[in-house]
């Protein structure tokens, strides 16, 4: 494999210099982190996994006319995306009560929320990703009124076509983080969804047993990570034949 150029890389992904102009590969990884990066772990088979299952979701929202940066796929680890500029908010819809908002409030864990919550956090790992309003996005420049409503409708949008889409393979849409960039085309911009939907970024309970299937297993050292990862991919009927092959993945040579 000829020697690419690493554009960055995260807690559970790389991005390289795409093959073409504004188009980047990500990677992803086997790494796992919990509570801001200070829980640390792999799990074997998960890049391989959340790769087909951000693959297919990416896939089904732009059906629906949800613009992402989701090319396709292009080997068992690897996507092709398009190049945007990532807004540096994770934009959190919460269905049910869990995870922080139950310790915040007290609440228990399971109480079905009267409505979807939105909720807005600045992407700072040194900082402990801090809850932030609408007027700290708009006042410190990281996003414009115009973004936000843009962010807000695809996220609802977003939430309720994943709610539906999970609910009919058994599984019940927690709550979801999300990121949006700005996708720069002849002399346009646009939102578009980017980075991934999978179980490191959603909470998904058996919609009978309330059974986490999520990175939730991983979080609070209950086992069987991989396993709950495989079920989700087994469920929406993409678990590559044979279980998640490739488990080293592809080279990723500088």
Known sequence: MSR???IYEGKAKILFEGPEPGTLVQY?????????????????GKGVLNNRISEYLMVKLGEIGVPTHFVRRLNMREQLIREVEIIPIEVVIRNVVAGSLSQRFGMAEGTVLPRSIVEYYYKSDELGDPMVSEEHITAFGWASPQDLDDMLSLSLRTNDF???????VGLRLVDFKIEFGRLYENEEMRIV??????PDSCRLWDVKTNEKLDKDRFRRDLGGVAEAYQEVARRLGILPEG???????PSTMQ
Request: charged residues 30%; without cysteine.
């Open 28 to 44: 992803f990884k086997d790494d796992a982190t919990a509570f801001n990066n200070q829980k640390k772990g792999t799990i074997t």
């Open 243 to 249: 279980g998640p092959r490739d488990l080293k993945g």
């Open 4 to 6: 690419r150029r690493r």
């Open 193 to 198: 969804l980017a980075d991934e939907i999978s």
């Open 162 to 168: 994943l709610t539906g889409l999970f609910l009919g």
